[in-house]
């Protein structure tokens, strides 16, 4: 559209913008370099990146922002282009077709008609006249519009239909509009983060992922339970956690969330990404004594000194790690303490969880296992807020709307003429439609078909 | 009886159903070409039975969901879905040589199902990320585009062959459908697949929200299945409003199924998301 009066920059600004050359080169382009990311693992550690690349490349990628390229500065250029070339080919374009498409008396070109090879012709033995009534009937009940005019070779019959969904396709350029909107809204005003709870704790703040630093939440959130179940197989089938919300330290709402299921609470939704173990408060140890045979069960609490019995000495439980290394295997869950026995010189003890047994190795005096002990996990949640999540899902509406549309619907436009010849007249269907012409042409054949049994109908009576 | 074996039986018989196609083709037999359209019902009929009988025997193992959770599951509802688009066209076209390449890759994808000896064919119980709603609508979405972009490269092949041969010289390829029935078919396929392929991406995008908190993340497997929308995209822009035909369109159709059987393939290769759909290490 070339603007009269405006600037030749104007218009050649604007003619650039509104070149489908450019849409092909930017969807190019896009498809093109997303390809990188894909292959280059995105936000790894730079030690990682100097590994795998070597310190040379390793510079050249980093000034090109490879390593986190969807949110480099290029990539948006390209973007931030294609939302020009959508926005300004369909302004372009829907000012031409405007006029089209909303028109109160939409004007028909009879020679087009003509023209077309879309056509169907009878000739029946009944007056124009009668035919008119018949027709238009036939029209008005297939199309939304329908119209009679008097031609120069007798009447024609105009019907037509899907004149708005021209429209489909400025609705599917819209939709990738909104889509990129609500990305820029969420990226704006909304944050992901993350926070681990241990069971029975309660946070009121959590950690944003893009720079680690601490969002205080206007409440506060309690996990009351964590729980893991298992297939038969050892698979995990679900995580659990029954989350509490307070409002100033009183509890107003409660929910189980389970992947797939999160608790949305103002505008903060919470979901189930992690969990971990935490080391129990207390544990239960066996105490086998060599000398007499005897078991005992004592209880004790983290950093504390317990006496053992028959004198065995004294037990404090420093530490719980996962995944202990002894000699070269992974023997799974342990509890660190230390043994004083009278005046030697402490010993470290290993605990293992799954291997009651180990202690024995020592060949101390006493035999040490743990008996039981309550197994704390922490829940690890996944917190976003995106305020731009409902523009992306009207865009995602009208993008399968627009495409349907604009794919399998069309403009359809049908007209019969008639023409008399004596007692007999001419009948011709023809069509025309903006695009998918199969349908058209099938319409055609419909209308004719019934014409032909209408007709025949009307002369046994 | 149970699903591996009518999948096995139905591998064969999709086997039968492209040499038979080749067959008719070749030597010209228009009975033969009515038998390959035969045994592609019954390849149909096995393929589904097959799909039913597992989503059954997952019940029957208390862990019932639908055959959509893994590699071969998918490869599987690949070739279902190939089949019956491919009959649609074969009833409303009226022409089976379209068959002699679109039913080599039904077969092929399910034989890659069946025999390959990194395909896990069990039944396995669903991974707490995978129970959701959303698996039915976003697999079954997903499929129908690939199936549909994979018809539309088997047409767009038939097309450069046949444009090679301009004076028709060649007695095999002269059989093909003419041209400009094969590049409206590809773009017939492709406005199908890239409206299911949209409905898939869309229908991930908003599985990805309620489960982790996010619409879109640069995945691999999302940026390839962006990719691929990209190259359609430009197609469908190309076609419409630049009027490209034939030769250029038949080849970025090509382009474009490669970029599918990336986005299908590529979790083995590339971390990410979605590695349920990868091959059992």
Redesign the interface.
């Known amino acids: 559209m070339k603007k009269e009066g405006s600037s030749p920059l104007y218009n050649s600004i604007w003619q650039f913008f509104s070149s489908v050359k450019l849409t092909v080169f930017v969807l190019l382009a896009l498809a093109v370099t997303s390809i990188i990311g894909t292959l280059i693992p995105q936000n790894a550690s730079p030690a990682e990146y100097v590994r795998a690349f070597g310190e040379f490349y390793y510079r050249i990628f980093f000034v090109l922002d490879i390593f986190d390229m969807y949110h480099a500065w290029w990539f948006q250029l390209l973007i931030i282009l294609l939302v020009f070339n959508i926005v300004v080919c369909s302004i372009d374009r829907l000012t031409a077709t405007w006029k089209i498409i909303f028109v109160k008396e939409p004007v028909f070109n009879v020679s087009r008609f003509r023209r077309t090879s879309d056509q169907e012709s009878l000739t029946v033995q009944q007056e124009a006249k009668t035919l008119e009534a018949v027709c238009s009937s036939l029209m008005a009940k297939n199309f939304s519009y329908s119209r009679t005019e008097t031609v120069d070779r007798g009447i024609c019959i105009f019907g037509e239909k899907g004149r708005w969904t021209r429209l489909g396709v400025y609705t599917v350029h819209l939709s990738v509009v909104l889509l990129l909107l609500g990305g820029l809204i969420g990226s704006m005003f909304g944050f992901e983060g993350f926070v681990n709870i241990a069971e029975g704790e309660t946070v009121g703040s959590i950690r944003l992922r893009s720079n680690n630093s601490v969002y205080p939440l206007h409440f506060e959130v309690r996990c009351d339970d964590f729980n893991i179940t298992f297939y038969d197989s050892g698979m995990p089938s679900e995580y659990r956690s029954r989350l509490t919300v307070l409002e100033k330290g009183q509890p107003v709402y409660q929910k189980d969330i389970i992947v797939n299921d999160p608790l949305r609470y103002r505008g903060i939704n919470l979901f189930q990404s992690s969990y971990g173990t935490l080391p129990p408060r207390q544990i239960t140890l066996n105490i086998e004594s060599n000398a007499s045979g005897m078991r005992y069960r004592k209880t004790v609490v983290f950093g504390q000194t317990i006496e053992l019995p028959e004198n065995l000495g004294t037990f404090t439980l420093n530490d719980f790690q996962s995944a202990y290394t002894f000699r070269g295997q992974n023997i799974g869950d342990v509890f660190l303490g230390t043994l004083l026995q009278n005046s030697n010189t402490p010993v470290s003890l290993v605990l293992p969880v799954r291997f009651p047994v180990f202690d024995k190795m020592r060949k101390g005096d006493a035999v040490l296992s743990v008996a039981e002990y309550q197994q704390r996990y922490y829940t690890g949640l996944q917190v976003t807020k995106d305020p731009g999540v409902w523009v992306v899902y009207i865009g995602f509406i009208l993008m399968i709307a627009g495409c349907f549309v604009t794919f399998f619907m069309s403009h359809q436009s049908l007209c019969i003429e008639i023409q008399s010849a004596g007692s007999e007249s001419r009948i011709t269907v023809s069509g025309v439609a903006n695009k998918n012409k199969l349908a058209v042409m099938k319409k055609v054949k419909k209308i004719a078909e019934t014409l032909r049994q209408l007709t025949e109908n009307s002369e046994i009576q | 009886m149970n699903s591996s074996i009518i999948l096995s039986v139905t591998t064969f018989v999709y086997g039968l159903t492209a040499f038979l196609y080749i067959f008719a083709w070749v030597f010209r037999k228009p009975f033969s070409a009515r038998l390959a359209n035969a045994a592609a019902l019954v390849g149909f009929g096995g393929n589904t039975l097959g799909i039913i009988l597992r989503w059954v025997e997952s019940y029957q193992l208390n862990?019932g969901h639908a055959p959509l959770s893994n590699l071969y599951e998918s490869l599987v509802f690949f070739s279902w879905t190939i089949i019956v688009l491919y009959l649609f066209i074969e009833l409303k076209y009226k022409n089976r040589t379209i068959g002699i390449i679109v039913s080599p890759i039904a077969f092929l994808a399910l034989a890659y199902a069946s025999l390959s000896p990194n395909i896990n064919d069990a039944i396995?119980?669903l991974?707490?990320?995978l129970?959701?709603n959303w698996l039915i609508a976003h697999v079954v979405t997903c499929f129908i585009g690939y199936a549909a972009f994979a018809i539309a490269f088997g047409i767009s092949l038939m097309y450069l062959v046949k444009q090679k041969d301009p004076d028709q010289s060649n007695s095999l390829v002269s059989h093909f459908p003419a041209l400009q029935v094969l590049d409206e078919l590809t773009h017939q396929m492709v406005?199908?697949g890239?409206?299911f392929l949209?409905?898939g991406i869309?229908t991930g995008?908003?599985?990805a929200?309620?489960?982790?908190?996010?619409?879109?993340g640069?995945d691999?497997k999302e940026?390839?299945s962006?990719?691929t929308w990209?190259?359609y995209?430009?197609l469908l822009?190309?076609r419409?409003?630049?009027g490209w035909h034939g030769r250029r369109i038949a080849l970025l159709s090509i382009i474009g199924f490669g970029?599918v059987l990336f986005t299908y393939f590529?979790v083995n290769y590339?971390?990410g998301l979605h590695s349920y759909g990868a091959m059992s290490k």
């Open positions: 862990i396995q119980p991974l707490p990320a129970k959701s406005m199908f890239f409206l949209s409905i869309i995008a908003v599985w929200n309620s489960a982790w908190g996010r619409y879109w640069w691999p940026t390839w962006l990719i990209f190259v995209a430009t822009h190309a419409l409003m630049r970029a590529s590339l971390p």
